[in-house]
Structure formats: structure tokens, C-alpha cells
């Protein structure tokens, strides 16, 4: 049989518009395709919530794939050791509480066991602004990565959700959008993004779960995004903590949402 290129066409746009609209109205959206965002999209998804992600750049996976400074080999500590091995992650014992990962073969696999468990992924898109009612964020306003990178003058379109998850990582994204729509209002020390501070793999792996938590209502933050909101340490290329925070963002979340909403 010929194969017709309008058909192939019009397969896409019907099927992309429909799994669009399926998602205009979200138990929860993530911003941010990182191991972060992708753990507590896989989390999420498995419990059977209505979860999307979005993704600004093409490729999902954030600054997994390069390892440390493009060495692509990760670190994970003991304590991360249950979720590799929930999402069939081989570890390689270095010495004592260290183990490696090649970093492209870790983060792969999360994305795709993520999308497996049913995890919507939007990748080339932007979350450019936050929806909000009296005082919470509600939502997403999203726009092509490619407008934006274009710097074009195009309006954008929303989403909205009962939860935000800001897993930006070190941009921080989208609670720095917050922190512009209402100063001083963070629930942090100062009311602010305290900022990331210098790095410290020890302090910062514990910190980032700590501060895994609602920053604003509507809002949480998970995995560097969560150090940085906080003011914790970057760790460097040792990932645990990414996970860890990304399974307790879902925990969270899922203890605040009813059990079955699909
Ligand atoms: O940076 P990223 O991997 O975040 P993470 O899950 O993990 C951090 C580690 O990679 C590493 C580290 C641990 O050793 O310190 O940095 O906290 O992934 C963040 C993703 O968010 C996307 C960005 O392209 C990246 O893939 N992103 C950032 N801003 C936006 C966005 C935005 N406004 N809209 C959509 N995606």
C-alpha cells in the first residue's frame, strides 16, 4: 500500500491535539524532564494520577547524560540503591557506599520506564508563567521552547493542574516566576529564593530532601530546584538525591490527593 504523506500528517496533528487537550486539566504538572522530575513522574503516574511534564529542551533527561563534566559516569550513594533497583538500574560497587552508573544508559531508562508507567511527556516546550487564583499557583502558561528561543512575539497557552512541581534544577524556574508575581511571599527564610550555595556532595545530598517541600501554595520543589529555592549546596555529579527527592515530591503529593482521580 502507498504510503500518503497528508495521512502521516494528519496521524500527528490529530494524535498530538488529542493528548494535548487530555491534559489541559492535570492532578499535577512537573516542569523540568530531569531525574528529579522524571522519578516523581514515574511515581505519580504509577499511582494512577493525571500527571504531565514539560520539557524545555528537545531531549528530556536535564544534566543527567553527561556524567561529571561530560565523563559519563554517575555517582549514587547507598541510600539510592532501591530505587535503581526498582527501575532495573545495574550499580557498580566503586568502594563503600559508592556505586556507578553509566549515565546514559541511568537516565534512559528512567525516562522511558517513566513513560511506560504513563507518564505524559511534552519535550520543546516552555513553561513561561504560572496561572494563579487567590494567592496559589493553579497552573502553567506554556509556549514553544522554539518562540521563545526565537524570541517572537507569540501569545502562549495554559494548563492547569491541583499541584505545580518546579524540577528545574539550578534555573529554578518557575518559582522564580512566583517570586516575581509576589515578593517576599516564599516559604522560605527569607521569603526569597535563598540561592544556591557552593558545592558540598555530603551536606547537599541530605539537604536536598529536606527541603523537598511546598514553596508556595501549589507549588513544590523537588531536586535541585528544591537546594537552590532553600539555599542548600549543588552536590555534584552524585545523583541519589535527585531520586530520592523526586520519589518524596510524589509521596508528598500523593498523601494530598485522593487515590484514584483518572
Ligand atoms: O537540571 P536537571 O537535571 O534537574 P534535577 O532533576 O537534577 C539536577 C542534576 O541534573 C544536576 C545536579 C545533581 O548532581 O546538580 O544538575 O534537579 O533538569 C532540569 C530540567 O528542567 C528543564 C531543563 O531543560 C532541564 O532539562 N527546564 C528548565 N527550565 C524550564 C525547563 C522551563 N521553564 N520549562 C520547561 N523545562
Given at each position: 500500500m502507498e504510503l500518503d504523506e497528508v495521512i502521516i500528517t494528519k496521524a500527528i496533528v490529530d494524535r498530538f491535539c488529542k493528548k494535548l487537550t487530555a491534559h489541559l486539566e492535570n492532578d499535577i504538572a512537573i516542569v523540568g524532564g530531569g531525574p528529579s522530575g522524571l522519578v516523581a513522574g514515574y511515581h505519580l503516574a504509577r499511582a494512577g494520577k493525571k500527571v504531565v511534564l514539560f520539557e524545555r529542551k528537545l531531549s528530556v533527561g536535564g544534566g543527567m547524560w553527561g556524567g561529571g563534566m561530560l565523563f559519563n559516569e554517575i555517582v549514587v550513594q547507598e541510600a539510592a540503591l532501591p530505587i535503581m533497583n526498582e527501575f532495573g538500574i545495574s550499580c557498580r560497587e566503586f568502594q563503600k557506599n559508592y556505586y556507578t552508573v553509566d549515565s546514559v544508559g541511568a537516565i534512559s531508562t528512567l525516562i522511558s520506564k517513566a513513560v511506560q508507567a504513563g507518564l505524559t511527556v511534552f519535550n520543546?516546550?516552555?513553561?513561561?508563567d504560572v496561572l494563579m487564583r487567590k494567592s496559589r499557583v493553579t497552573g502553567l502558561v506554556l509556549n514553544w521552547s522554539a518562540v521563545e528561543i526565537a524570541r517572537l512575539h507569540v501569545d502562549p497557552l495554559a494548563v492547569r493542574a491541583h499541584y505545580v512541581v518546579d524540577a528545574t534544577g539550578h534555573e529554578t524556574a518557575v518559582v522564580r516566576l512566583v517570586q516575581n508575581k509576589v515578593?517576599?511571599?516564599?516559604?522560605?527564610p527569607s521569603g526569597k529564593i535563598e540561592g544556591e550555595k557552593s558545592m558540598w556532595s555530603d551536606k547537599a545530598e541530605s539537604l536536598t530532601l529536606r527541603n523537598?517541600?511546598?514553596?508556595?501554595?501549589?507549588l513544590y520543589v523537588t531536586g535541585m530546584a528544591a537546594n537552590a529555592t532553600f539555599g542548600g549546596p549543588r552536590m555534584g555529579p552524585i545523583f541519589g538525591g535527585m531520586l530520592l527527592s523526586g520519589e518524596k515530591v510524589a509521596n508528598m503529593l500523593l498523601r494530598i490527593l485522593s487515590p484514584k482521580s483518572r
Open positions: 520543546g516546550i516552555t513553561a513561561e515578593p517576599g511571599k516564599l516559604k522560605t523537598t517541600k511546598e514553596v508556595f501554595p501549589g
